[in-house]
């Protein structure tokens, strides 16, 4: 019997989600299944609006080996696994002959655990646990959300805390979830028969396509006990996430409240020299951590590294006590063993890191203001400790014995693969050597006439911007493009301030157009509100760059405050920079504008989410017009039409402002 061509498969599977096949759809497809036929890996750029996600799931469910997909983002998976891959599945069955299997797995902390449930929380201060709900008052927010668990936990199947609607919050969902190193584990749990997160491992281990995330991909490949199933094509979206996603599962952190809580919790489960040595290490850590001052501690104090020490050495002391002692007289004395191992390793390991001293690990120390009453004053230091780049563990344990396809609208940095490939431990493309993975990328396009539908003007006549100067002239450029457009803005700043900032101003100046200013309400109310009303403008900072989708003419500028280069104090990134420069590169270009490119590709794909939005990219920073680096972040955005003409630009935007109206 001849096998389904890849165009047969396609084509039914795009008829099934209702969509159309687009060209760059299919010579995704293609160059996906070239990749996995040749065990190969791939990096696909493909535009907003290409139908990435068909592109790749139809060639993996034909080649019919099992088959990782790994996103950034909760919405993403959910598209996969609520609509896209039901319906790809089906269509593709009548001609495969055959019903892919399908699952999501994400890290255990994100289920229900059925022992916290019933047997209660393991209490830091007073032995045994207690029951979280006889602590919390009915009447509470808290005391509501979990008597809301309480109830949803005979209802659902997953059991997975993404599918409970409305959710609660982070703190109440911490009394019914356990993480990896709190777990007692399957074998010694009375319900370890009906637990949550091992029912998705063992759908994981039987379905063909496992849909996850980046940090658990990140896990994995780390941690070296692996969580995901064997598999053979490994494909990864949203990828210019993972670099970061990866840096953060691998960042250790130390607080004053975090050491003290492991203190209380293994205080009453060993012996008594023990829990003293910890609670003065403890206390000897709390006093520098009082003294130190905010940034990267390129060599440890003495005094600090003493501290740690002790810290390092007493958390040892007490693991083996914990191993050795028993108490009856405890609750449950399994979980709450269990838990204070899990705060106490943690708390070890990361002093151990800092204390070894890797040539590879930037250390730095952070205060943020307090929050709250006296409780929560240390609640803001930190000790923190991340890999200088995650290049080499990506390479090592991504690219080996499987293909690997990377997908993202921004990818091409600059005009080609090669900052993005770099960043992810490979060598430039083409390139073949004992330990580089040979890779390509393809750029398969957009179904979006980007010079028609979008100019990109440039605030060429404002000052340059200094940091964390006063900007009237920006905020006067920024004044006139919003009455241009009628709102109808998306304000991306380099930093919260400015975004607050430039709302106060904005508020009095033009009280006829509503500013929503992120942190006001949540992320997805803010959304909401921005695309029901045309006439609002929505300020804001990071998240905004990347995670907002309003097609339509709610949405028709995007004004960048200045090029967000990463702050020069910021510890990785500088020692990342460094790093470059110490060996022979040029550590700006490298780290600080990459990072900036990466940043305004993804800003600016903001503006067109249909093929029939209209709109202007504004960049109110004149670096991009007058530097020698701007051709490069221009060549990192979308191939809109280029103006530094603000006359023109206004214009456009009222004619565009116009015809929105008389649509409506």
């Given at each position: 019997?001849?096998?389904?061509?890849?165009?047969?498969?396609?084509?039914?599977?795009?008829?099934?989600?209702?969509?159309?096949?687009?060209?760059?759809?299919?010579?995704?497809?293609?160059?996906?299944?070239?990749?996995?036929?040749?065990?190969?890996?791939?990096?696909?750029?493909?535009?907003?609006?290409?139908?990435?996600?068909?592109?790749?799931?139809?060639?993996?469910?034909?080649?019919?080996?099992?088959?990782?997909?790994?996103?950034?983002?909760?919405?993403?998976?959910?598209?996969?696994?609520?609509?896209?891959?039901?319906?790809?599945?089906?269509?593709?069955?009548?001609?495969?002959?055959?019903?892919?299997?399908?699952?999501?797995?994400?890290?255990?902390?994100?289920?229900?655990?059925?022992?916290?449930?019933?047997?209660?929380?393991?209490?830091?201060?007073?032995?045994?646990?207690?029951?979280?709900?006889?602590?919390?008052?009915?009447?509470?927010?808290?005391?509501?959300?979990?008597?809301?668990?309480?109830?949803?936990?005979?209802?659902?199947?997953?059991?997975?805390?993404?599918?409970?609607?409305?959710?609660?919050?982070?703190?109440?969902?911490?009394?019914?979830?356990?993480?990896?190193?709190?777990?007692?584990?399957?074998?010694?749990?009375?319900y370890g028969a009906e637990c949550f997160a091992e029912a998705a491992r063992e759908r994981a281990k039987l379905a063909e396509v496992i849909v996850t995330n980046h940090a658990l991909l990140a896990i994995d490949a780390?941690?070296?006990?692996?969580?995901?199933?064997?598999?053979?094509?490994?494909?990864?979206?949203?990828?210019?996430?993972?670099?970061?996603?990866?840096?953060?599962?691998?960042?250790?952190?130390?607080?004053?409240?975090?050491?003290?809580?492991?203190?209380?919790?293994?205080?009453?489960?060993?012996?008594?020299?023990?829990?003293?040595?910890?609670?003065?290490?403890?206390?000897?850590?709390?006093?520098?951590?009082?003294?130190?001052?905010?940034?990267?501690?390129?060599?440890?104090?003495?005094?600090?590294?003493?501290?740690?020490?002790?810290?390092?050495?007493?958390?040892?002391?007490?693991?083996?006590?914990?191993?050795?002692?028993?108490?009856?007289?405890?609750?449950?004395?399994?979980?709450?063993?269990?838990?204070?191992?899990?705060?106490?390793?943690?708390?070890?390991?990361?002093?151990?890191?800092?204390?070894?001293?890797?040539?590879?690990?930037?250390?730095?120390?952070?205060?943020?203001?307090?929050?709250?009453?006296?409780?929560?004053?240390?609640?803001?230091?930190?000790?923190?400790?991340?890999?200088?780049?995650?290049?080499?563990?990506?390479?090592?344990?991504?690219?080996?014995?499987?293909?690997?396809?990377?997908?993202?609208?921004?990818?091409?940095?600059?005009?080609?693969?090669?900052?993005?490939?770099?960043?992810?431990?490979?060598?430039?493309?083409?390139?073949?050597?004992?330990?580089?993975?040979?890779?390509?990328?393809?750029?398969?396009?957009?179904?979006?006439?980007?010079?028609?539908?979008?100019?990109?003007?440039?605030?060429?006549?404002?000052?340059?911007?200094?940091?964390?100067?006063?900007?009237?002239?920006?905020?006067?450029?920024?004044?006139?493009?919003?009455?241009?457009?009628?709102?109808?803005?998306?304000?991306?700043?380099?930093?919260?301030?400015?975004?607050?900032?430039?709302?106060?101003?904005?508020?009095?100046?033009?009280?006829?157009?509503?500013?929503?200013?992120?942190?006001?309400?949540?992320?997805?109310?803010?959304?909401?509100?921005?695309?029901?009303?045309?006439?609002?403008?929505?300020?804001?900072?990071?998240?905004?760059?990347?995670?907002?989708?309003?097609?339509?003419?709610?949405?028709?500028?995007?004004?960048?405050?200045?090029?967000?280069?990463?702050?020069?104090?910021?510890?990785?990134?500088?020692?990342?920079?460094?790093?470059?420069?110490?060996?022979?590169?040029?550590?700006?270009?490298?780290?600080?504008?990459?990072?900036?490119?990466?940043?305004?590709?993804?800003?600016?794909?903001?503006?067109?989410?249909?093929?029939?939005?209209?709109?202007?990219?504004?960049?109110?920073?004149?670096?991009?017009?007058?530097?020698?680096?701007?051709?490069?972040?221009?060549?990192?955005?979308?191939?809109?039409?280029?103006?530094?003409?603000?006359?023109?630009?206004?214009?456009?935007?009222?004619?565009?402002?116009?015809?929105?109206?008389?649509?409506?």
């Amino acid at each position: 019997m001849t096998q389904p061509s890849l165009p047969e498969l396609l084509h039914a599977a795009v008829t099934a989600v209702g969509g159309t096949e687009r060209p760059g759809q299919v010579a995704m497809a293609e160059a996906v299944a070239e990749a996995i036929d040749d065990g190969a890996h791939l990096l696909v750029q493909a535009g907003t609006g290409t139908g990435k996600s068909l592109g790749y799931l139809v060639p993996a469910l034909a080649h019919g080996e099992r088959v990782v997909v790994a996103t950034a983002t909760l919405a993403l998976q959910r598209q996969l696994v609520e609509r896209d891959l039901p319906r790809t599945v089906e269509a593709l069955h009548p001609i495969l002959r055959r019903r892919p299997e399908f699952a999501m797995l994400k890290g255990r902390s994100n289920y229900l655990c059925l022992h916290r449930l019933h047997e209660g929380v393991p209490q830091d201060e007073e032995e045994g646990l207690f029951d979280q709900f006889e602590a919390a008052a009915p009447t509470s927010k808290l005391g509501q959300d979990l008597l809301r668990l309480r109830d949803w936990s005979d209802e659902t199947e997953t059991g997975d805390r993404d599918d409970l609607t409305p959710g609660v919050s982070d703190r109440a969902w911490s009394q019914v979830s356990v993480s990896s190193r709190e777990c007692l584990g399957a074998t010694k749990c009375v319900y370890g028969a009906e637990c949550f997160a091992e029912a998705a491992r063992e759908r994981a281990k039987l379905a063909e396509v496992i849909v996850t995330n980046h940090a658990l991909l990140a896990i994995d490949a780390i941690e070296g006990a692996p969580v995901l199933p064997q598999h053979e094509v490994l494909i990864v979206d949203e990828a210019h996430e993972l670099v970061s996603r990866v840096t953060g599962v691998a960042t250790g952190e130390l607080t004053p409240g975090q050491v003290n809580r492991a203190v209380r919790r293994a205080a009453k489960l060993v012996n008594e020299k023990a829990a003293d040595q910890l609670q003065t290490a403890a206390e000897g850590f709390e006093r520098l951590m009082e003294l130190a001052l905010p940034g990267r501690l390129e060599e440890i104090p003495e005094d600090l590294a003493d501290a740690l020490m002790a810290l390092r050495d007493a958390c040892r002391t007490v693991i083996s006590a914990i191993g050795s002692t028993r108490d009856k007289s405890v609750q449950d004395e399994d979980a709450v063993r269990k838990q204070a191992l899990a705060s106490v390793e943690s708390v070890h390991d990361v002093a151990e890191r800092i204390t070894h001293g890797s040539e590879w690990d930037v250390v730095w120390y952070e205060r943020h203001e307090p929050r709250g009453g006296a409780a929560y004053r240390h609640s803001g230091a930190s000790l923190r400790v991340a890999p200088m780049s995650v290049s080499g563990l990506l390479r090592e344990k991504l690219f080996t014995d499987r293909s690997v396809v990377l997908t993202s609208a921004t990818l091409k940095l600059g005009g080609d693969f090669n900052g993005v490939g770099a960043s992810l431990g490979l060598g430039p493309e083409g390139a073949e050597g004992d330990d580089l993975p040979l890779w390509k990328g393809v750029d398969v396009g957009s179904p979006f006439d980007y010079p028609r539908q979008g100019i990109l003007y440039v605030a060429k006549h404002l000052a340059r911007p200094a940091r964390d100067g006063d900007r009237k002239d920006m905020l006067d450029e920024l004044t006139e493009l919003v009455q241009a457009a009628g709102g109808r803005t998306l304000g991306l700043f380099s930093s919260m301030r400015a975004a607050q900032l430039a709302a106060e101003d904005l508020r009095s100046r033009i009280p006829e157009y509503p500013i929503l200013l992120q942190g006001e309400e949540t992320l997805g109310e803010l959304i909401k509100n921005f695309a029901a009303d045309p006439r609002t403008c929505l300020f804001g900072t990071l998240s905004l760059w990347q995670g907002v989708d309003v097609p339509g003419p709610s949405c028709q500028l995007v004004v960048m405050d200045k090029i967000p280069f990463p702050r020069p104090d910021d510890p990785l990134m500088s020692a990342r920079q460094k790093a470059v420069e110490e060996a022979g590169g040029n550590g700006f270009m490298a780290v600080a504008a990459t990072h900036a490119a990466l940043l305004m590709a993804q800003g600016a794909g903001r503006l067109v989410r249909a093929s029939g939005d209209r709109g202007v990219v504004a960049v109110l920073d004149p670096r991009l017009a007058t530097a020698r680096y701007g051709s490069y972040l221009k060549a990192s955005m979308p191939d809109f039409w280029y103006t530094t003409d603000r006359n023109q630009v206004r214009k456009s935007l009222a004619a565009i402002d116009a015809a929105a109206k008389q649509a409506d």
